[in-house]
Structure formats: structure tokens, C-alpha cells
């Protein structure tokens, strides 16, 4: 390389973007100074600031190094909308947050896959309970409204309580990114989001991959992804067969909406604009639907600890995830033919969000019931000698409360009673 040339390229090109020495020293966080040196040929840029050397400039990196633009004649990835050696610093940026102090993990980024040792000598029959998930279009709202990070905890703590249902302990997870073009800060924002939310869930971000779509994503668009991996004993998964008529409905709180009713919601804040920035419960409305999924893991593994003799768990006869469906559409999930889980509406705490939303939209009971969680984020079906145990323990992490029983019946989930909204 000729250093005085590639000075000099550098600065024509920093001129031609009216930019000077100072302003372009601030876009790439560095002094005046070094940006003097690289152009009067005294010093090169560090290969970490190339790409983004060159995208202040508007060039390739590859024309930086040779100190001339290329004449293009034929097509390039980078014309495509892609390019290499950016997305090189990015994975290295990516490294950093994929750093685990799990042994299990056995390599890091870099292999075409993730290895994980499964050797779990405790348990006696191991079963891989496995799970995908995205947060749907609340994603949409997350990167309109800066909250690029809290939308990696929606994904993962959502993808955890999936698995927990199953009575399964969280391993791993991978992650996927599309976007239509690849923004270092906000790639390294998501991908720290995710890990530090797997490292809240006892869990470990393993890899993944990042996919840049020009051609396919709009610009400034990102649609996130993750797959998980949890473990159960054979005999200890929770599927609801140990339901039977006279257990406890138990309803552990939600913090909001969770990842569910946005098509709902973004329809709301269509019609009434306004709705942003009102206030309920001493939060703006933006502020409010954006709170981050509940994670339950950490309330339920104590309570997964104590089995039968025979594997099988003794305090938790069945569990419901309450997403898209609201209660009914996922508490049938785990009922047993012949038994109906009769929930007394009057018990349930609907949260104020739930309580704008429903004056707000003029939403039926209906609608509000089969589409939020309306303040029931989980449900767990217990024994009914076990109900005040159990009440103890989750209300050590949320609120948790008796809304309902286990009866025979036809109808898997039944309704009795109204919501009390006011």
C-alpha cells in the first residue's frame, strides 16, 4: 500500500462528503488528530474502523487499501447491498456477547455449528424438550420506538416459559437476525439482548446466524427468531395427565401484555393516535404495552424440584403459558378429556393496561378474554393440599392466586362470572 496515496484518496472523499477533518473524527469516535495522520500518509486506519471508514465515505473498504475508487464493470456484492468486510466486524462484535461460563458450551463463534455436551448423569431417562419463537409484530413497534434490546428478553423469556410448561430446565439457545441492511450498534444490540436474557434464564446463548436481505427486507428493518433447547426427566415432563377433578387453578400474574394483541393494539394506536402518550398507571401508553415478557423459569424450577418416587411431579399437576388464545386457547392444552378447568372470571386482577385498552378500543369481554392475558401470564394446576405451598413460593417472585378447579366436565376451559374492570 502507498500511504500517501491512500491519504489522499481519503481526503478527497472526505471533502467530496463536505465533511471536515473534525466532523469526520466524531462519526468514527476518534481525534482530529488521527484523522490528520491517515491524511498526510504518517499512518493507515486500524483495519477495526475500516468499514466504517468506508461507509462515511461512502466507498469500499477494498478502495481505501488501493487509495483509488474502482471502476466497477460488472456486478459486486457490495452493489448488492452487502458488504464483507463490514459484516466481518460485526461478527467480531457478536463475539463478545457470546462468551459463557457454561462448560457445556464447547466452542464458540466461528464453526458451521454450536456443540454442546448433553451428558447429564442425574438424570435417568433425559428427554430434549425443543421450542421456536419470535415476538411477532410487536418487534415492529420495539424498533420504531428505541426498544431494540427489551425485545431480545420478550423473545427469550417467552421461548423459556414455553419449555418450562413441559417442566423442562432451559440449555441453549440460537438466535436469527434478518435485516435489510446490517447496522453494527443495532446487530450488537440485539445479539447482547439475547445473551444477557438467556444468562437471566440459566440458559446460554450458543450461536446463530445473521442474514442480510437487501434485496428481500427493507432497509432499517430487522426480524428476529430464536430456537431453544431444554432437558426434562422422562418421567418427571408435565403434560397435564396428572390433572384430576378437585385441583387448584392457580393464576400468576403478568406484568402486561406480553408478546400477544399487538395486531390489536397497533390497529388502536391507528385509529387514535393520541393513545401514545396518555398515561396509565403512571406510565405512558408506549411505555406500558412495551414491557418486557415475564420470565417464569425462575419462579417454577423450585417447584419442579419435588417429585414422586417415581420421577413424577408431586406439587405441579399441570401448566399453561397464557399467549395468543388467552386463557382458554391455552389452558385446553393441558386438560384432560372428561375434565373441565372452570375459572371463576370474577377472581382474575386484570391489569390497568388491559382495562385502558378494553374503554379505549370498546372491546367485548370476549374479545379482551381470547386475545390478551388480561393480568394472567401463567397458570398452574396443582393439588389442592398443595394450593397454599405453592401460593408461598411464586408469590417469593409474583403475584399468584386461586381463580379456579379442576371439574368434570365436556367444555375443557368454562367461564363463570364476569370481569370486574372497575
Known amino acids: 500500500m502507498d500511504s500517501r496515496k491512500v491519504g489522499s484518496f481519503i481526503m478527497g472523499k ?15 469516535c476518534v481525534s482530529f488528530q488521527a484523522v490528520s495522520k491517515w491524511e498526510n500518509g504518517s499512518a493507515y486506519p486500524n483495519i477495526e474502523i475500516l468499514p466504517e471508514l468506508a461507509m462515511a465515505l461512502n466507498v469500499s473498504a477494498d478502495e481505501i487499501l488501493e487509495g483509488r475508487e474502482t471502476q466497477e464493470t460488472g456486478l459486486s456484492y457490495r452493489s448488492a447491498g452487502v458488504d464483507i468486510a463490514y459484516t466481518d466486524t460485526i461478527k467480531r462484535e457478536m463475539a463478545k456477547h457470546l462468551e459463557t461460563k457454561d462448560r457445556r458450551v464447547l466452542n464458540g463463534l466461528g464453526p458451521f455449528a454450536a456443540l454442546y455436551d448433553i451428558h447429564f448423569p442425574e438424570l435417568k431417562n433425559p428427554v430434549l424438550v425443543l421450542k421456536s419463537e419470535e415476538p411477532g409484530s410487536k418487534q415492529k413497534l420495539a424498533v420504531e420506538y428505541g426498544y431494540t434490546e427489551s425485545i431480545c428478553h420478550d423473545m427469550i423469556n417467552h421461548l423459556v416459559n414455553d419449555i418450562a410448561v413441559m417442566g423442562a430446565r432451559p440449555l ?62 422422562k418421567n418427571g415432563i408435565v403434560d397435564g395427565s396428572a390433572i384430576g377433578q378437585g385441583d387448584s387453578i392457580l393464576a400468576v400474574a403478568a406484568n402486561g401484555l406480553h408478546t400477544n394483541g ?13 393513545v401514545k402518550l396518555d398515561k396509565v398507571d403512571g406510565m405512558t401508553f408506549v411505555e406500558q404495552i412495551m414491557k418486557p415478557h415475564t420470565p417464569y423459569y425462575k419462579a417454577l424450577k423450585g417447584l419442579l424440584n ?26 385446553c392444552r393441558v386438560i384432560p378429556e372428561g375434565l373441565s378447568a372452570r375459572i371463576e372470571l370474577g377472581k382474575i386482577k386484570p391489569l390497568p393496561i388491559f382495562k385502558y385498552i378494553k374503554r379505549k378500543g370498546k372491546v367485548s369481554d370476549g374479545e379482551m378474554l381470547a386475545t390478551f392475558n388480561c393480568g394472567v401470564g401463567f397458570v398452574l394446576v396443582v393439588p389442592a393440599g398443595c394450593r397454599d405451598m405453592v401460593v408461598k413460593h411464586v408469590k417469593g417472585f409474583y403475584d399468584c392466586y386461586e381463580i379456579g378447579e379442576i371439574t368434570a366436565g365436556a367444555e375443557k376451559v368454562e367461564f363463570c362470572g364476569k370481569l370486574e374492570w372497575v
Open 262 to 274: 399487538y395486531s390489536l393494539v397497533r390497529l388502536l394506536m391507528e385509529k387514535s393516535p393520541q
Open 172 to 233: 441453549a439457545v440460537l438466535d436469527t437476525i434478518v435485516c435489510g441492511n446490517a447496522e453494527k450498534d443495532t446487530i450488537s444490540t440485539l445479539v447482547k439482548g439475547v445473551a444477557e436474557a438467556c444468562s437471566e434464564n440459566e440458559c446460554s446463548l450458543v450461536g446463530g446466524e445473521t442474514s442480510i436481505q437487501p434485496q428481500v427486507v427493507e432497509k432499517g428493518v430487522y426480524v428476529l427468531t430464536s430456537s431453544i433447547v431444554g432437558i426434562a426427566e
Open 14 to 28: 472526505r471533502k467530496e462528503a463536505g465533511l471536515t477533518q473534525q466532523q469526520l473524527a466524531d462519526k468514527l
Open 306 to 331: 419435588e417429585k414422586n418416587a417415581d420421577g413424577s411431579l408431586r406439587m405441579v399437576h399441570g401448566m399453561a403459558h397464557i399467549t395468543g388464545g388467552g386463557i382458554a386457547g391455552n389452558l
